[in-house]
Nanobody
Framework: QVQLVESGGGLVQAGGSLRLSCAAS????????MGWFRQAPGKEREFVAA????????YYADSVKGRFTIARDNAKNTVYLQMNSLKPQDTAVYYC????????????????WGQGTQVTVSS
């Protein structure tokens, strides 16, 4: 059974940092693009960051560029999202996802999704 399990969410003050992890199991994702998305209360899920299978290419939403960093460790089948300088508007449920494409920001191109981890940033 293919699973993506996120961890590392929590409550943090504005300006703080968190590192999210997404552990994949069931098959290797070393040839998949991986992405992070988020959904705030009352809003649609949106793209946050994506990384190619090799880690050589990354994309970021403008709202997180310069503050968030996506990385992956294919040996551990794990992808990370380092979040610095957090703002209250970063509060959301964060999801990781896997895509068979080289790299993509489109949600519809992602085939596997985790259950999400809550990130709450207090002001």
């Amino acid at each position: 059974q293919v699973q993506l399990v996120e961890s590392g969410g929590g409550l943090v003050q504005a300006g703080g940092s968190l590192r999210l992890s997404c552990a994949a199991s069931g098959r290797t994702f070393s040839r998949d693009a991986m992405g992070w998305f988020r959904q705030a209360p009352g809003k649609e899920r949106e793209f946050v960051a994506a990384i190619s299978w090799s880690g050589g290419a990354t994309y970021y939403a403008d709202s997180v560029k310069g503050r968030f960093t996506i990385a992956r460790d294919n040996a551990k089948n794990t992808v990370y999202l380092q979040m610095n300088s957090l703002k209250p508007q970063d509060t959301a449920v964060y999801y990781c996802a896997a895509s068979g494409m080289k790299i993509t920001t489109a949600q519809a191109s992602y085939d596997y999704w985790g259950q999400g981890t809550q990130v709450t940033v207090s002001s």
